[in-house]
Structures are given as C-alpha cells and as structure tokens.
C-alpha cells in the first residue's frame, strides 16, 4: 500500500482487497450516503469523510495525515493481510472438505471486503435497529437519531451532517421519542442497551477481552439482543473474528452451496467453526454480500 498526502486529501494506492462499495454496502454499517459510483460520504468515530475509488486509486477528501493515521487507518482495517485470509479460507475448505468448495467463487466476487472496526455503542444500536428492517430503513433510523440527538459532524456538497448520539443523550430519551424517530418495538431495547452500559452490566472493556462465545452470551444480556445481533456485534466491533452470525440470508447460502436441504442454526455454525474457524467472520460477509446479491431471501 502506497500513502501519500496531496493538498489536503490523503490518497492510497496499491490496497490489497478494498472495493469501498463492497465495503458500505455489505451490510455491516448504516451511517453512509452514496454520492456517485464507488464515492461516499460517511460518519464514524465522530469524523466526516468524504472517499472516492477509482480504479485502485483510494481518495480521503479534506483528510490530513494525523486523522487518517489516528482515525481511518484502524476503520478500514488497512494493515492486515486479506489476500492471507482468503487464502486460507480457500485451501482449508478444501481440506476439510476433501474437494474443492464453493467458497472460490464467492471469495472471487466479493474480494474486496475489508471488515470494519466499528464503534461499539453506534454498532450495538445499529443492530438493534436492524431486527425485521431492510438496510435503506435501517440508514434512515441510524440517520434521524443522529440528526435529533447527535453533535454536528461537517458539511458536504451543501449537506450537513452529524454523529451518532453519545450513550448518554441516548438514554435520556424517552420510549415515545425514540418512537417518533421510527425504531418501532425496537425503542425499549435500545434504552435497555444504554442502562446496562450506564450501570456496569455490560463493559466495552470486559467484552473486548473475553471470547466470541463468552461476549455473545453478555451481549444477550440486553432486552431484545438475541444471537444473531449479538453476533454481529461482536464481529463489527468487538474484534471477534471468528463471529459467524447467522441470519436468513446466511441460512440460505449456506444450505445452498453446502447442505442441499433446510438445516438447523446450530448445526450451520458448527460446520462454518469447522471450515473457517478464527476467520469465521470474514468469510461471513463473503457470502452474506453473495447472497443478497443472489436474492436468497
């Protein structure tokens, strides 16, 4: 990877494995607009960027070195080895499968995927929201709480924007005003969320230090969190790797390219711990991405 600083914008070259439409739009964030092909703007870690991809060409609009070294650098997860991964990925399925798998392909379209290093309390929030919602409604929810409760972020091409509220603005809203904001039957989970934080029930710190399995159980702690958004969770922001969150659209691609018939949750995560171990997570948003794009649903 290349870094060099033009102007005020930082421009990377020679990535391995970064597509940022993949990326955004995989389904692993919310708080983004598409602006034009491969050119987004998005809010995370209470910074505003402005990117654009062309080719392998990589532009952070109005970004100096200190924000892209202290702020985007870990977000985009740009100092690890993705082509290592995907390729352990493809030999040991082969492996344990004694043939050569399905998951080539899938890796091959979907290659530039980079997980996210997500903030906890926006990405626990975000995927409490996400329960029975499609992505566009779920960026529009992420979108209002963020404008009605959160600190101004910047202004692009004459739009403002803004960061997620803090866990303490949060939880002072009350049921029918997270109501209003359309989070649905979703609005008493959030403000759960926000009182275990707030009393020591449940700790970024404990939770970064402890296993996928162990961190999904204290997630589940929380009033409506139950495997899958606890999964994702810990994946998305918790550095949990070896997370392998299991919805409808994993369920179906899984059956598909493995199984060849309905196969319960549980027997699918043992076979996905078997086959892709501690990278579990990254093959996860491999064929979740395929999967959506095949219309599994």
Not at 140 to 163: D, F, H, M, R, W
Not at 235 to 250: G, H, N
Request: proline share 2%; hydrophobic share 35%.
């Amino acid at each position: 990877m290349k870094i060099k600083q033009e102007n005020n914008n930082i421009i990377l070259e020679e990535v391995d494995s970064f597509d940022i439409e993949q990326i955004l739009e995989c389904g692993q964030c919310f708080h983004f607009d598409k602006l034009e092909e491969k050119e987004y703007v998005l809010v995370a870690k209470d910074h505003l960027l402005h990117i654009k991809q062309v080719g392998e060409k990589i532009t952070f609009y109005d970004t100096d070195e200190h924000t892209f070294e202290t702020v985007w650098r870990s977000y985009f997860d740009l100092d690890r080895d993705y082509s290592q991964i995907k390729n352990w990925l493809i030999e040991n399925e082969k492996r344990v499968l004694n043939q050569n798998g399905a998951l080539e392909q899938v890796i091959i379209e979907k290659s530039g995927i980079r997980i996210l290093n997500q903030d906890f309390f926006e990405t626990l929030i975000s995927f409490i929201i996400s329960q029975n919602k499609q992505i566009p409604h779920i960026k529009q929810i992420v979108n209002t709480l963020s404008i009605k409760y959160g600190e101004p972020a910047g202004e692009i091409n004459a739009k403002e924007y803004y960061c997620f509220p803090t866990i303490e603005k949060l939880s002072k809203v009350s049921d029918s005003e997270m109501r209003l904001c359309k989070t649905g039957f979703r609005a008493p989970y959030i403000l759960n969320a926000c009182e275990k934080i707030l009393d020591g029930t449940i700790k970024e710190e404990s939770l970064l230090n402890c296993s996928f399995r162990q961190a999904r159980e204290e997630l589940m702690q929380i009033k409506g969190v139950g495997s899958k958004v606890a999964s994702c969770v810990a994946l998305f922001s918790l550095s949990k790797r070896d997370a392998f969150p299991i919805d409808v659209w994993i369920k179906r691609i899984m059956e598909r390219i493995y199984f060849e018939k309905e196969t319960p949750k549980s027997e699918i995560e043992q076979f996905a711990d078997r086959i892709y171990g501690e990278y579990g997570g990254y093959a996860q948003q491999y064929l979740f991405y395929y999967a959506r794009d095949l219309g599994l649903k």
